[in-house]
């Protein structure tokens, strides 16, 4: 990855739907060129997708909450990722060192569809149980 290949990522960062031509004309390059340096990034997995960055209170998604995941026994990473992708109130999860095994990024309409949530990913076979603090303010977001 080079100077241009960054460039043309930081564009793609501020503005997803950016034009080939207006990602060349931010980083000296014709419209050709810069697709063909967005189609090489994502050939070669620098760029995994494209995707939209939504304000989850303009859904009303407005309660937030951070999940910590106990599990029964040894649990593959890629096993949790599997059961967690089904649930879409999961907005991130990753593996953690501690006590906890994951840790779970939430998102619901209020406390009800939260608890609901939850209860499906407690049901899940592999989990032993859970443990949430919800999120009362957002005091920074570097999003």
Known sequence: MDVIDRQ???CLLRDGRATF???GAQVGLSAP??????DRLVASGAIRGFTAVIDPSALGWTT???VELYC???VAPQE????????????SACTVSGSADALL????????HFEQAIERIRREPNVDHTESVIVLSRLIDRR
């Not at 060129?33 to 967005?38: M, W």
């Not at 949790?80 to 907005?91: A, G």
């Not at 990024?105 to 009800?112: E, G, P, R, V, Y």
């Open 8 to 10: 043309v990522v930081g």
């Open 21 to 23: 031509a207006e990602i």
């Open 33 to 38: 060129a810069a697709k063909r340096r967005v």
């Open 64 to 66: 937030e909450a951070y």
């Open 72 to 74: 029964r026994g040894i």
């Open 80 to 91: 949790l990722q599997r059961s967690l992708e089904q649930v879409p109130e999961v907005v």
């Open 105 to 112: 990024h939430m998102l619901a309409t209020d406390i009800s």
